[in-house]
T-cell receptor
Framework: GNSVTQMEGPVTLSEEAFLTINCTYTATGYPSLFWYVQYPGEGLQLLLKATKADDKGSNKGFEATYRKETTSFHLEKGSVQVSDSAVYFC?????????????FGAGTRLAVHP | KAGVTQTPRYLIKTRGQQVTLSCSPISGHRSVSWYQQTPGQGLQFLFEYFSETQRNKGNFPGRFSGRQFSNSRSEMNVSTLELGDSALYLC?????????FGPGTRLLVL
């Protein structure tokens, strides 16, 4: 079945460091891919998305490229801030269940220190 | 534009009881999906409602049910609560694909 695998956390970085959070997926067909962020005590916020191969999603300095050949959608940011500390979830739309059925990775906790 | 709202935000129940959670979607959104988030299982899809009809369902027992009203508000119900039902329950609404999540209802079963 469809699945998403993320690198385990926590990821601990100093402010202004480069961030990469790895995400790979297994899916039939061509799902859309998403990154969501969850701040403490809150729900999920859509960070960025890509709907087809080679698309690059970007938002708030974060980027991820839909790589079909490596089935990956790694999240990157050139210079992280303390305010980026949160849990990040990679997800795909399960086409067998329709666009609104999301399958999530386990989440990666990011801690950024001043 | 108001976001997705969920009530109540926190709930404590005992085993065997039942519980009803409510979700009000963003105005104009007709699809509402529900997810369960636990430390052990992560985020898992429960079901989706669109125009008052259940359109998709995840792999949860029949104790978990839901419904949607004509104004798109949705409720989910869990009967005969078990300790393992303790979780954050998130709902998300969408109109053209992108899902917007509410803050969740944290349920603790004692």
């Amino acid at each position: 079945g469809n699945s998403v695998t993320q690198m385990e956390g926590p990821v601990t970085l100093s402010e202004e460091a480069f961030l990469t959070i790895n995400c790979t997926y297994t899916a039939t067909g061509y799902p859309s891919l998403f990154w969501y962020v969850q701040y403490p005590g809150e729900g999920l916020q859509l960070l960025l998305k890509a709907t087809k191969a080679d698309d690059k999603g970007s938002n708030k300095g974060f980027e991820a490229t839909y790589r079909k050949e490596t089935t990956s959608f790694h999240l990157e940011k050139g210079s992280v801030q303390v305010s980026d500390s949160a849990v990040y979830f990679c997800a795909l739309s399960d086409l067998s269940g329709g666009y609104n059925k999301l399958i999530f990775g386990a989440g990666t906790r990011l801690a950024v220190h001043p | 534009k108001a976001g997705v709202t969920q009530t109540p935000r926190y709930l404590i129940k005992t085993r065997g009881q039942q519980v009803t959670l409510s979700c009000s979607p963003i105005s104009g959104h007709r699809s509402v999906s529900w997810y369960q988030q636990t430390p052990g299982q992560g985020l898992q899809f429960l079901f989706e409602y669109f125009s008052e009809t259940q359109r998709n369902k995840g792999n949860f027992p029949g104790r978990f049910s839901g419904r949607q009203f004509s104004n798109s508000r949705s409720e989910m119900n869990v009967s005969t609560l078990e300790l393992g039902d303790s979780a954050l329950y998130l709902c998300a609404s969408s109109r053209e694909g992108d899902q917007y999540f509410g803050p969740g209802t944290r349920l603790l079963v004692l």
